[in-house]
């Protein structure tokens, strides 16, 4: 069965490599329009080019969990490296495989770094944002601070800065 889904599978993973870059390319353009500017447009347009690059992913993920099922083996790592073994044992030739494999692993985890550190700066200028907001508004803001028994206070002061 392996020499039928081989070529299938090569496919596959030449096609997540690719897809998977381009994905490392939004999420650095990404990071460099979050660096830059706030153009929420611009930002709006990455984001949806990520999710339909995402959605191609889940569905190579399918596909390859598909190919491994054909032999028995469930979707994990110790399975490619066996799916691989048995391709090698069938004759065929896995060797830009195996490479293309490594890398796509190696753009998956730079794009989980990469989406983690974006994410975080988007926490921030939202945070950042909603407080400048309501500083403007005059909206309560509570201090936290700590009583002479050590159990925290919170000590509510509001006024308005900016009146328009």
Request: glycine content about 4%; some cysteine.
């Amino acid at each position: 069965m392996i020499k039928k889904t081989y070529p299938i599978t090569e496919q596959l993973i030449l096609n997540a490599l690719k897809l998977a870059q381009q994905l490392h390319q939004e999420l650095s353009r990404e990071a460099d329009a979050l660096k830059k500017t706030q153009q929420v447009e611009l930002i709006n347009n990455i984001a949806a080019n990520k999710k339909q690059l995402v959605v191609q992913l889940e569905q190579f993920n399918t596909q390859i969990t598909q190919v491994l099922a054909t032999e028995q083996l469930p979707n994990d790592q110790e399975s490619v490296r066996e799916y691989f073994k048995r391709a090698e044992t069938a004759g065929l030739l896995t060797a830009e495989s195996i490479g293309n494999w490594a890398q796509l692993m190696i753009v998956c985890a730079e794009c989980r770094n990469l989406n983690e550190q974006n994410g975080a700066g988007i926490d921030l200028l939202s945070r950042h944002t909603k407080r400048s907001l309501d500083i403007l508004k005059g909206k309560p803001e509570f201090a936290n601070t700590y009583g002479s028994d050590g159990s925290t206070q919170s000590d509510r002061y509001t006024h308005t800065l900016i009146s328009v």
